[in-house]
């Protein structure tokens, strides 16, 4: 079975930082691809951040792109989100999820959430005007 538990959220002011991370069991981290996904209040679930496997490929949504950092850590386990100059809008709980099959066929395939087979339950990120 596996679990993704995410943590690192908080309350921030706009212009500060956040490192969010997601821990994985149950399955071998370093063959699955890794995402990172948002929910706003009222607002459906959307793409921030993927990675496969090895860190090779990254993908970013336009809205954090320059601003957060997706990256892993295959000997811990653990995915992690930098997240630097946060606004007010990026305010929502943050969801990490797992891709069992790290390849992802088709334009903007790993930034479908119908692409992911596992997630966790979410961290909270306030960021303060």
């Known amino acids: 079975q596996v679990q993704l538990v995410e943590s690192g959220g908080g309350l921030v002011q706009a212009g500060g930082s956040l490192r969010l991370s997601c821990a994985a069991s149950?399955?071998?981290?370093?063959?699955?691809?890794m995402g990172w996904f948002r929910q706003a209040p009222g607002k459906e679930r959307e793409f921030v951040a993927a990675?496969?496997?090895?860190?090779?490929?990254?993908d970013y949504a336009d809205s954090v792109k320059g601003r957060f950092t997706i990256s892993r850590d295959n000997g811990k386990n653990t995915l992690y989100l930098q997240m630097n100059s946060l606004k007010p809008e990026d305010t929502a709980v943050y969801y990490c999820?797992?891709?069992?099959?790290?390849?992802?066929?088709?334009?903007?395939?790993?930034?479908?959430?119908?692409?992911?087979?596992?997630w966790g339950q979410g961290t909270q990120v306030t960021v303060s005007s």
């Open positions: 990675i496969t496997s090895s860190g090779a490929y990254t």
């Open positions: 149950g399955r071998t981290f370093s063959r699955h691809a």
């Open positions: 999820a797992l891709r069992l099959a790290d390849y992802c066929l088709g334009v903007g395939c790993y930034r479908r959430k119908s692409s992911y087979d596992y």
